[in-house]
Protein backbone atom coordinates (compact mmCIF):
# COMPACT_ATOMS: atom_id res chain seq x y z
CA UNK A 1 0.00 0.00 0.00
CA UNK A 2 1.00 3.66 0.14
CA UNK A 3 1.98 3.78 3.78
CA UNK A 4 5.17 2.22 3.85
CA UNK A 5 8.18 1.36 1.40
CA UNK A 6 7.86 1.63 -1.94
CA UNK A 7 4.44 3.12 -2.21
CA UNK A 8 5.02 5.89 0.52
CA UNK A 9 8.06 6.61 -1.91
CA UNK A 10 6.27 6.71 -4.90
CA UNK A 11 3.10 8.85 -3.28
CA UNK A 12 6.12 11.29 -2.06
CA UNK A 13 7.19 12.04 -5.30
CA UNK A 14 4.28 12.21 -7.43
CA UNK A 15 3.27 14.52 -4.82
CA UNK A 16 6.30 16.51 -5.25
CA UNK A 17 5.83 16.11 -9.00
CA UNK A 18 2.26 17.95 -9.07
CA UNK A 19 0.45 14.97 -8.95
CA UNK A 20 -3.19 14.16 -6.83
CA UNK A 21 -2.18 11.32 -5.13
CA UNK A 22 -4.69 9.03 -3.34
CA UNK A 23 -3.18 7.07 -0.18
CA UNK A 24 -5.20 3.32 -0.50
CA UNK A 25 -4.35 1.30 2.76
CA UNK A 26 -6.27 -1.07 4.85
CA UNK A 27 -5.51 1.14 8.25
CA UNK A 28 -6.92 4.53 7.94
CA UNK A 29 -4.52 5.64 11.37
CA UNK A 30 -1.64 4.22 9.21
CA UNK A 31 -3.08 6.00 5.63
CA UNK A 32 -2.71 8.85 7.87
CA UNK A 33 0.18 8.93 9.40
CA UNK A 34 1.64 8.23 6.01
CA UNK A 35 0.27 11.42 4.16
CA UNK A 36 1.42 13.50 7.64
CA UNK A 37 4.95 12.36 6.98
CA UNK A 38 5.00 13.26 3.14
CA UNK A 39 3.47 16.64 4.33
CA UNK A 40 6.33 16.49 7.20
CA UNK A 41 9.12 15.84 4.35
CA UNK A 42 7.69 18.21 1.98
CA UNK A 43 5.88 21.01 3.63
CA UNK A 44 5.86 23.00 0.19
CA UNK A 45 4.84 20.05 -2.23
CA UNK A 46 2.11 21.31 -4.76
CA UNK A 47 0.37 18.20 -5.21
CA UNK A 48 -2.76 16.76 -3.60
CA UNK A 49 -3.43 14.31 -0.80
CA UNK A 50 -6.38 11.99 0.17
CA UNK A 51 -6.56 9.04 2.36
CA UNK A 52 -9.13 6.54 1.04
CA UNK A 53 -9.88 2.95 2.70
CA UNK A 54 -8.83 -0.32 0.82
CA UNK A 55 -8.27 -3.73 1.69
CA UNK A 56 -7.28 -5.92 -1.35
CA UNK A 57 -8.12 -9.08 0.53
CA UNK A 58 -11.62 -8.34 0.85
CA UNK A 59 -13.39 -8.04 -2.67
CA UNK A 60 -15.97 -5.76 -1.04
CA UNK A 61 -13.70 -3.33 -0.03
CA UNK A 62 -12.35 -2.86 -3.21
CA UNK A 63 -15.47 -2.98 -4.95
CA UNK A 64 -16.50 0.34 -2.29
CA UNK A 65 -12.96 1.76 -3.39
CA UNK A 66 -14.11 1.64 -6.64
CA UNK A 67 -17.65 2.80 -5.92
CA UNK A 68 -16.02 5.99 -4.09
CA UNK A 69 -13.93 6.74 -6.86
CA UNK A 70 -16.98 6.97 -8.45
CA UNK A 71 -16.49 9.18 -12.64
CA UNK A 72 -13.82 10.92 -11.56
CA UNK A 73 -10.55 10.90 -14.13
CA UNK A 74 -7.57 8.46 -13.58
CA UNK A 75 -4.88 9.32 -15.27
CA UNK A 76 -2.55 6.70 -13.50
CA UNK A 77 -2.93 3.20 -10.99
CA UNK A 78 0.04 1.66 -9.28
CA UNK A 79 -1.03 -1.50 -7.83
CA UNK A 80 1.48 -2.03 -5.29
CA UNK A 81 0.24 -3.25 -2.10
CA UNK A 82 1.48 -6.88 -1.15
CA UNK A 83 2.00 -9.53 1.62
CA UNK A 84 5.02 -11.99 1.24
CA UNK A 85 6.02 -15.00 3.11
CA UNK A 86 2.98 -15.96 5.13
CA UNK A 87 4.19 -18.37 7.29
CA UNK A 88 1.35 -20.89 7.17
CA UNK A 89 -1.40 -21.85 4.12
CA UNK A 90 -4.17 -19.37 4.62
CA UNK A 91 -7.10 -19.07 2.33
CA UNK A 92 -8.79 -15.49 1.91
CA UNK A 93 -12.45 -15.07 2.10
CA UNK A 94 -13.05 -15.90 -1.38
CA UNK A 95 -11.38 -19.37 -1.13
CA UNK A 96 -7.88 -18.38 -2.48
CA UNK A 97 -4.01 -18.15 -1.15
CA UNK A 98 -4.28 -15.37 0.80
CA UNK A 99 -0.93 -13.96 -1.20
CA UNK A 100 -2.20 -15.02 -4.31
CA UNK A 101 -5.45 -12.80 -3.61
CA UNK A 102 -4.11 -9.80 -1.99
CA UNK A 103 -1.22 -9.31 -4.73
CA UNK A 104 -3.42 -9.92 -7.38
CA UNK A 105 -6.89 -10.86 -7.54
CA UNK A 106 -7.50 -7.25 -5.91
CA UNK A 107 -5.30 -5.86 -7.87
CA UNK A 108 -6.94 -7.29 -10.94
CA UNK A 109 -10.61 -6.65 -9.40
CA UNK A 110 -9.70 -3.15 -8.44
CA UNK A 111 -8.17 -2.29 -12.34
CA UNK A 112 -11.04 -4.05 -13.85
CA UNK A 113 -13.69 -1.72 -11.91
CA UNK A 114 -11.47 1.93 -13.04
CA UNK A 115 -10.89 1.04 -16.23
CA UNK A 116 -13.65 3.08 -17.52
CA UNK A 117 -11.91 5.94 -15.75
CA UNK A 118 -8.42 5.25 -17.60
CA UNK A 119 -9.67 5.11 -20.41
CA UNK A 120 -12.13 8.39 -20.56
CA UNK A 121 -8.77 9.65 -18.87
CA UNK A 122 -6.23 8.83 -21.65
CA UNK A 123 -3.50 9.01 -21.84
CA UNK A 124 -3.39 6.89 -18.72
CA UNK A 125 -1.10 4.22 -17.29
CA UNK A 126 -1.57 1.09 -15.10
CA UNK A 127 1.84 0.10 -13.16
CA UNK A 128 1.67 -3.55 -11.75
CA UNK A 129 4.60 -3.75 -9.29
CA UNK A 130 6.07 -7.39 -9.39
CA UNK A 131 9.28 -8.65 -8.24
CA UNK A 132 12.39 -10.74 -10.02
CA UNK A 133 10.28 -14.02 -8.03
CA UNK A 134 8.10 -14.17 -11.11
CA UNK A 135 10.76 -15.73 -12.60
CA UNK A 136 9.97 -18.89 -10.76
CA UNK A 137 6.41 -18.80 -10.28
CA UNK A 138 4.07 -21.70 -11.56
CA UNK A 139 0.57 -21.06 -12.05
CA UNK A 140 -1.61 -23.80 -11.63
CA UNK A 141 -4.50 -22.70 -12.92
CA UNK A 142 -7.27 -25.30 -10.94
CA UNK A 143 -5.55 -24.80 -7.79
CA UNK A 144 -4.90 -21.15 -6.39
CA UNK A 145 -5.72 -21.35 -3.26
CA UNK A 146 -3.04 -24.30 -2.99
CA UNK A 147 -4.90 -26.97 -2.17
CA UNK A 148 -3.39 -29.22 0.31
CA UNK A 149 -4.69 -32.50 -1.48
CA UNK A 150 -2.89 -31.68 -4.62
CA UNK A 151 0.55 -29.99 -3.52
CA UNK A 152 2.30 -29.31 -0.26
CA UNK A 153 2.03 -25.84 0.74
CA UNK A 154 5.54 -23.33 -0.30
CA UNK A 155 4.70 -19.61 0.81
CA UNK A 156 7.71 -18.41 -1.52
CA UNK A 157 5.89 -20.41 -4.34
CA UNK A 158 2.94 -18.84 -3.45
CA UNK A 159 4.25 -15.57 -3.59
CA UNK A 160 6.29 -16.01 -7.29
CA UNK A 161 2.94 -17.01 -8.43
CA UNK A 162 1.26 -14.09 -7.40
CA UNK A 163 4.33 -11.82 -8.76
CA UNK A 164 3.92 -13.98 -11.80
CA UNK A 165 0.05 -13.09 -12.36
CA UNK A 166 1.10 -9.47 -11.93
CA UNK A 167 3.44 -9.44 -14.76
CA UNK A 168 0.92 -11.73 -17.02
CA UNK A 169 -1.98 -9.32 -16.08
CA UNK A 170 0.33 -6.29 -17.39
CA UNK A 171 0.63 -7.96 -20.18
CA UNK A 172 -2.27 -8.89 -20.68
CA UNK A 173 -3.70 -5.94 -20.16
CA UNK A 174 -1.22 -3.57 -22.19
CA UNK A 175 -2.13 -6.14 -25.23
CA UNK A 176 -5.59 -5.29 -25.07
CA UNK A 177 -5.28 -1.20 -24.07
CA UNK A 178 -2.47 0.31 -25.34
CA UNK A 179 -4.24 1.20 -28.89
CA UNK A 180 -6.53 2.48 -26.28
CA UNK A 181 -4.01 4.92 -24.62
CA UNK A 182 -4.08 2.84 -21.60
Known amino acids: GANTGIGW ?3 KQLYIQNADVVLACRSKTRCEH ?3 NITAQVPDGVGSLE ?6 NDFDSVRAFASRWGDRPLHLLINNAG ?11 SGVEMQ ?9 LL ?11 TPARVINVSSNASDFGNLVMGDLGWDPAKRKFSYW ?3 ADSKLANVLH ?6 LMAAEGV
Do not use: C, W
Open 170 to 175: AKELNR
Open 9 to 11: ETA
Open 83 to 93: IMALPQHTLSP
Open 34 to 36: AMA
Open 100 to 108: MNVNHMGHF
Open 111 to 121: TGLLLPNLRAS
Open 157 to 159: HAY
Open 51 to 56: VSLLDL
